[in-house]
């Protein structure tokens, strides 16, 4: 949030043409217990961090905050989940929240959150016109579910993908390493009239060479241009 660290990556993008498509802060992995807990305190609290991380990053002017959201159940381990009314007041709040700042929330699926399942997906969906959607390709294989539920799921809602490959061992590959079918893939996005960004998002154990990214990235775009997407 250092203006310093901001600026200094307004520079890294300004220099390599770059546009910061998403942010995704790292009490991502706490959501659950800031917004979605029966204290109200908590909750607002959590609104003013998340209102001072969105003024902070405002001059990368990013589209969307990806966001975890609530905890799923867990087997054995007690987690409180409020009643759907009120998760969706903080949706609501989150959004407008966002909004001051010209930018939206982009509800994650994720494997260990409520958004793991498409009918929660799609519930959201209709219940928060605001919310936005991040399709997450290895969060859906890690969730038991098909990539394209989800995509069914999110709708016209879907604003952003997070892209990887995957086989039968492993949920996070980087692209053309694993069992996708990325032509089936973007022929679906095509058909939905997807237009916005996907993004690469492997970590930092999938891959030794930076060159391997841009193998990946030059493999995903001459599928997207012999479709002709754009």
Not at 17 to 33: C, D, I
Not at 95 to 100: G, L
Not at 119 to 135: D, G
Not at 200 to 215: F, G, L
Request: glycine share 4%; net charge positive; charged share 25%.
């Amino acid at each position: 949030m250092e203006k310093q660290f901001v600026s200094k990556i307004k520079k890294i993008c300004k220099f390599y043409e770059l546009q910061v498509v998403s942010v995704h802060f790292y009490t991502a992995a706490f959501e659950s217990l800031m917004f979605f807990s029966a204290y109200s305190r908590r909750t607002a609290d959590s609104m003013k961090r998340y209102t001072h991380y969105l003024d902070g990053i405002k001059e990368l002017n990013p589209s969307y905050l990806t966001f975890h959201g609530e905890r799923a159940k867990i087997s054995g381990l007690s987690i409180d989940q409020l009643p759907f009314d009120k998760t969706v007041e903080v949706y609501n709040e989150l959004c407008s929240v966002a909004e001051k700042f010209k930018m939206e929330i982009a509800q994650e699926n994720v494997a260990w959150c409520r958004s793991n399942r498409p009918e929660y997906v799609l519930r959201l969906r209709e219940s928060v016109p605001k919310l936005r959607f991040t399709l997450d390709v290895k969060q859906a294989i890690r969730s038991g579910q098909t990539v394209e539920s989800y995509l069914e799921a999110m709708g016209n809602s879907l604003t952003n993908i997070h892209i990887c490959d995957y086989n039968a061992t492993d949920t996070c590959l980087l692209p053309g390493r694993g069992e996708m079918n990325f032509s089936n893939f973007f022929e679906k996005l095509k058909n939905n009239k997807y237009k916005n960004d996907v993004i690469i998002e492997v970590y930092s154990a999938n891959y030794v060479h930076k060159n391997d990214i841009m193998q990946s990235g030059k493999l995903l775009q001459s599928i997207v241009n012999c479709q002709k997407m754009s």
